[in-house]
């Protein structure tokens, strides 16, 4: 059976997305974009400049100005990409705790979103890649020849969180962990630009209780157009 050429992966904070997407993306043999990166390191380029995460004007302007870039692995430190900021390396310091914080509040800002995007518009033209996010079938590429809705409770996801971060040597609380993919789960899907939803023509894939191979398997399922047995 031939494959896609384009495949929409969306889904909540902590559903999988990335570690699903990076997996279906070898398994293929096509590139994988996880957008959520691009959000990031806009964020954290506003927080080394110190603007407000609620300060559209200004979030606007810097995303004019900035490079964010994506690309394969360039150190074997257990990355699945490489996110440079200008040229500098960001790949790690785009994943702390501060950053999740501010990252839905940027993520909101029109412009900030134009100029994503746009170029992953510009990536996908090249076909034969996995992309993942939160409005890749909605928006960034409605014409997706498979579109994949990755979910799982906001329990489970704050238990996969807290196990991530612990593998890490980052110790935090799940009661914690679990307060901040609520916070970020109202902000993505209640805002006015592009809120997270699942696409109509996308096909829902719940984890809850699965392993990372099953949801595997289950995302493999959807893209092959394999039945999926009850
Ligand atoms: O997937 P992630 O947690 O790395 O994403 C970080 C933030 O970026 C998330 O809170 C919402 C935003 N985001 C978005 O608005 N649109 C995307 N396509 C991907 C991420």
Do not use: C, N
């Amino acid at each position: 059976m031939p494959t896609p050429r384009t495949v929409a992966i969306d889904g909540p904070a902590g559903a999988g997305k990335s570690t699903i997407g990076a997996l279906v993306a070898e398994r293929l043999g096509y590139l994988f974009l996880d957008t959520g990166a691009m959000y990031r390191a806009v964020a954290l380029a506003a927080q080394q400049r110190g603007i407000d995460p609620d300060d559209g004007p200004r979030l606007t302007q810097l995303a004019g100005e900035i490079k964010v870039a994506i690309g394969p692995p360039t150190v074997r430190d257990g990355r699945a990409y490489t996110v440079l900021l200008g040229g500098a390396d960001v790949t790690w310091a785009i994943r702390t705790p501060e950053i999740d914080r501010i990252v839905s509040q940027v993520a909101r800002v029109p412009y900030v979103r134009d100029v994503m995007v746009e170029q992953q518009r510009a990536i996908a033209s090249r076909g034969r890649i996995v992309m993942v996010g939160r409005d890749i079938g909605t928006v960034v590429l409605p014409e997706a020849e498979r579109k994949v809705f990755l979910t799982a409770s906001a329990a489970e996801r704050a238990r996969r969180r807290e196990e991530e971060l612990a593998a890490r040597g980052d110790k935090r609380s799940r009661q914690e962990l679990l307060a901040e993919i609520l916070r970020r789960d109202e902000l993505d899907s209640k805002r006015p630009v592009s809120p997270l939803r699942a696409a109509d023509d996308a096909i829902v894939v719940e984890t809850d209780g699965l392993t990372v191979r099953e949801a595997l398997e289950r995302v493999l399922q959807v893209i092959e157009r394999r039945p999926i047995p009850s």
